[in-house]
């Protein structure tokens, strides 16, 4: 570990000091209450100035991002965030807004939030959306919510089940369960589409609707929607879309065209606004015309959601236009498919054929294990690449394969870039046909190698004096 690898507080020295404040000349407040009032020191780390420069910049330059390097995180859609965008946002008119001024005084907010609207059900063909929801997972809730009052606006209150494929995100059956509702899981073929004559028997009077992505989580086209969207109808339940795939089918296909009744868009995944690192987000809820009075007439988030997520998505669509929108997931599909192609002869591809946006692996054909050393596992490929400069895909996910790698490339990336990964991703495999120890105990370059990430979650150290 280099000595500026450090944190803080391992660098602090007693008697070390980076400021100097003057003399207070005030009294103790007698406002503060003896109980409140400190009795100790505080406790921070004693360092110099140049110190805690040099700590947060070093902190600064070990960030991975879109804008530093390939992000193939699969199901999480991590393009460039065009900076056009960011000055669309900055712009002064929109940046100082305050959510309480009057209406008369934000007529172009209202305005944005009016088009955006128009914009995202003409992408997707839903009838209305609702901008409020500031994450998917919370759309989610909200398009849940929006089912449920739709079967009790009409008395139908036994309808209390919602159907889940079992290669869905797992948010959904999360979602579900906080909005009351119990989860129905169905099986999923061979093929990865979902099994129709087992969803058959499960759609009872009970049911309020089924949670589906199409493309689903294996990056496969659900070709037998029509016939489930049909199903599920007859049966008097209503067909949730959760937009975390809907990069590939823009300008293509639209959801409401394929029967769906409800749906939540990720704008930080689809439309390109920043993504990661806790947020923000946002994740507006579309419904059906049948559904328009069912939208909350509460806000389900504070005041209009998250305006300067839901500006840069606006631009975004604005800079593209009809035609390249619909580019967008068609190079999408082609880059995830250049991918998969390459490495299927290194990589264990569980089902063939043409992708969309993603593809899963199911780990290494050759691990390299022998009577003496075990093989290299998905985890393994995923820290060796942090060594080659490279973000890891997701890892154990879906759920349905057991050495899942789960590969998204997006359009934004050259085929230089892909090429570059393509390379590794091989270099790797024969590593770890050759010498699996290599990936055992990778990554071999970083600040950190293999945390406890259980404990780190579980019991995470966030003061100074619970480190000493």
Known sequence: MKYYDKLIFELSKEGRCGYSLPQNKFPASPEVPLQLRREAPLGLPEVSEPDVV?????????????????????SCTMKYNPKINEEMAALQGFAGLHPLMHAGLVKGALKVYQEMNKALAAITGMYTFTLDPCAGAHGELTGLMIMRTYHMQRGDFKRTKVIVPDSAHGTNPASAAVCGLEVVEVKSLENGRIDVEALKPLLTDEVAGIMMTNPNTLGLFETEIKTIAKLVHEAGGLLYYDGAN???????????DMGFDIMHLNLHKTFSTPHGGGGPGSGPVGVAKHLEDCIPDLRVSGFHGNFGVILRAYAY??????????KVGQYAVLSANYIKECLKDKYKLPIEGVCKHEFVFDGLIH???H?????????????????????????????????????EPTETESKETLDAFIGVMRKIADEAAQDP???????????ISRP????A?????????DAQ
């Open 54 to 74: 040099r700590h947060y910049t070093n902190l600064s330059q070990m960030n991975f991002g879109v804008d530093t390097g390939f992000y193939p995180l699969g």
């Open 246 to 256: 809907m990069n590939p089918l823009m300008g293509v296909v639209r959801p409401g």
């Open 317 to 326: 669509i604005l800079s593209l236009g009809k035609d390249h929108l619909k």
């Open 367 to 369: 691990d390299g294990a």
């Open 371 to 407: 009577d003496d050393v075990p093989g290299a596992t998905t985890l393994d490929v995923a820290k060796r690449l942090l060594d080659y400069g490279f973000h890891a895909p997701t890892i154990y996910f879906p759920l349905l394969f057991h050495q899942a790698l789960m590969i």
């Open 437 to 447: 120890m290599i990936l055992h105990e990778a990554p071999h370059n970083t600040p």
């Open 452 to 455: 406890d990430e259980t404990t």
């Open 457 to 465: 979650a579980r019991n995470p150290i966030l003061k100074y004096q």
